[in-house]
């Protein structure tokens, strides 16, 4: 079982940065293709950026790509995403997310269940 624990969210006002975290504590953690998605009432989760198991080919949706930024520290079993020139439609609950045999790509087509969930995040970005 591999625990993950979202941190960073907060209120924001538009235009403004936020650093997401997501922690998974063991040491299996450079097995896992990570990922964001987000969730507003009303609508379903949406994906917003995936990285692969080594870092590279990071995925993004179009609605955030040159905006938000994602990275990862195996080292320290953790996974970022930087979001700058936030807008109030970035407005939700932010999920990390790991999966074992899905790509960065893979996460972003969203098909199938994703292996593991966070609680999830609150980002609140005010106009």
């Known amino acids: 079982q591999v625990q993950l624990v979202e941190s960073g969210g907060g209120l924001v006002q538009a235009g403004g940065s936020l650093r997401l975290s997501c922690a998974a504590p063991?040491?299996?953690?450079?097995?896992?293709?990570m990922g964001w998605f987000r969730q507003t009432p009303g609508k379903e989760r949406e994906f917003v950026a995936a990285?692969?198991?080594?870092?590279?080919?990071?995925y993004y949706s179009d609605s955030v790509k040159g905006r938000f930024t994602i990275s990862r520290e195996n080292a320290k079993n953790t996974v970022h995403l930087q979001m700058n020139n936030l807008k109030p439609e970035d407005t939700g609950v932010y999920y990390c997310?790991?999966?074992?045999?899905?790509?960065?790509?893979?996460?972003?087509?969203?098909?199938?269940?994703?292996?593991?969930w966070g609680k999830g995040t609150l980002v609140t970005v005010s106009s």
């Open positions: 997310a790991a999966d074992r045999f899905k790509t960065a790509q893979g996460m972003g087509a969203m098909s199938g269940g994703m292996d593991y």
């Open positions: 990285i692969s198991r080594g870092g590279g080919g990071p």
């Open positions: 063991g040491r299996t953690f450079s097995s896992f293709a």
